[in-house]
């Protein structure tokens, strides 16, 4: 059963930093994109963030030098470091697992996380 589980959310003050990590269960980890979406209330859930199998990265442009992606493929885990965050970075942070097979895309999500940052 494959299972995306995340954590690290909570309350911060604008300026501040979070980590969030995404521990992946049931899926061959290492051949997985993995990327982070946010979804804020009353708003389309969105791209924040992805890492592909070979390590290349893909950042929103509202997050750019403000959050970094990483992953541990030993632990299978993925990591987002966010800094410097600010009040419209407000959401619940979804981890995403994507590989596209021969016959099929393999789409996986976590149950999500709560960012909430304050002015």
């Known amino acids: 059963q494959e299972q995306l589980v995340e954590s690290g959310g909570g309350l911060v003050q604008a300026g501040g930093s979070l980590r969030l990590s995404c521990a992946a269960s049931g899926l061959t980890f290492a051949i997985y994109t993995m990327g982070w979406f946010r979804q804020a209330p009353g708003k389309e859930r969105e791209f924040v963030a992805a890492?592909?199998?070979?390590?290349?990265?893909n950042y929103a442009e509202s997050v750019k030098g403000r959050f970094t992606i990483s992953r541990d493929n030993a632990k299978n885990t993925v990591y987002l470091q966010m800094n410097s965050l600010k009040p419209e970075d407000t959401a619940v942070y979804y981890c995403?697992?994507?590989?596209?097979?021969?016959?099929?895309?393999?789409?996986?999500w976590g149950q999500g996380t709560q960012v909430t940052v304050s002015s």
């Open positions: 995403n697992a994507q590989y596209s097979g021969s016959w099929r895309e393999y789409s996986y």
């Open positions: 890492m592909s199998s070979g390590s290349t990265t």
